[in-house]
């Protein structure tokens, strides 16, 4: 019993070959879509689109705990989110402002203190 249909390929001829006999490639052929093939550009958008959320999620966290290493990260993988042109823009913008914001929270606690650290007793 088999768990999977086996894929018919077309044959390809000389016009639609992508590259020579040998190199290990696989002719690509002028019938095949983008649906029987897997798509690299959803799978980097995925991959941007949990960039985004990640650097939301840390710079929220950053504003309370460890300011000096989560505000510069969030702020790196919101501009990574956004250079790969994730669908989730507004959270990337947001953990980039975060982000900014953490390191403003860190040189305000600095310059108060003399210290990165939070002070609630008098």
Do not use: Q
């Amino acid at each position: 019993m088999t768990l999977t249909a086996p894929v018919h390929r077309p044959k390809a001829d000389a016009a639609t070959m992508a590259t020579g006999p040998g190199t290990g490639t696989e002719p690509v052929s002028a019938s095949e879509t983008s649906a029987t093939r897997p798509d690299s550009r959803s799978a980097r958008t995925r991959d941007a689109d949990g960039l985004a959320v990640a650097s939301f999620v840390l710079g929220l966290v950053g504003l309370l705990v460890m300011n000096i290493l989560l505000g510069p990260a969030a702020i790196v993988m919101a501009v990574i989110a956004l250079v790969r042109s994730t669908s989730r823009r507004g959270r990337a913008f947001l953990g980039l402002a975060l982000g900014i914001a953490d390191l403003v929270v860190l040189a305000c606690l600095v310059t108060g203190n003399g210290v990165a650290a939070w002070n609630f007793g008098g």
